[in-house]
Nanobody
Framework: VQLQASGGGLVQPEGSLRLSCAAS????????IGWFRQAPGREREAVSC???????YYSESVKGRFTISRDKAKNTVTLQMNSLYLEDTAVYYC????????????????WGQGTLVTVSS
């Protein structure tokens, strides 16, 4: 089972994008869903995470600009990204785990193909 991230694209600095994470075959409600990103030449890093009961986590670099949320009816998890910076350029992935707190990329599974976000003027 894989998750599928979508919604990436080209956006100008200070612009916004809305990413979506979808799954087929299982309900996202029961899992912690994390968003990660990987820029060229850099390691994959955690961006945000939401627990099954709705508790949210953000990296310091995106706190106050990004918002993670669930849409239970659509079985998706959304990452609303505002005030984008050049350094937000990366491939964004979503993945599942039992918990958010204390978990890193290696703890998450069901990775799918990511979606490319390019911030450029």
């Amino acid at each position: 089972v894989q998750l599928q991230a979508s919604g990436g694209g080209l956006v100008q600095p200070e612009g916004s994008l809305r990413l979506s994470c979808a799954a087929s075959g299982f309900a996202l409600d029961y899992y912690a869903i994390g968003w990660f990103r990987q820029a060229p030449g850099r390691e994959r890093e955690a961006v945000s995470c939401i627990t099954p009961d709705g508790k949210t986590y953000y990296s310091e670099s995106v706190k106050g600009r990004f918002t993670i949320s669930r849409d239970k009816a659509k079985n998706t998890v959304t990452l609303q990204m505002n005030s984008l910076y050049l350094e937000d350029t990366a491939v964004y992935y979503c993945a599942a785990n039992a918990v958010c707190e204390g978990a890193g990329p290696k703890d998450f599974g069901s990775w799918g193909q990511g979606t490319l976000v390019t911030v450029s003027s």
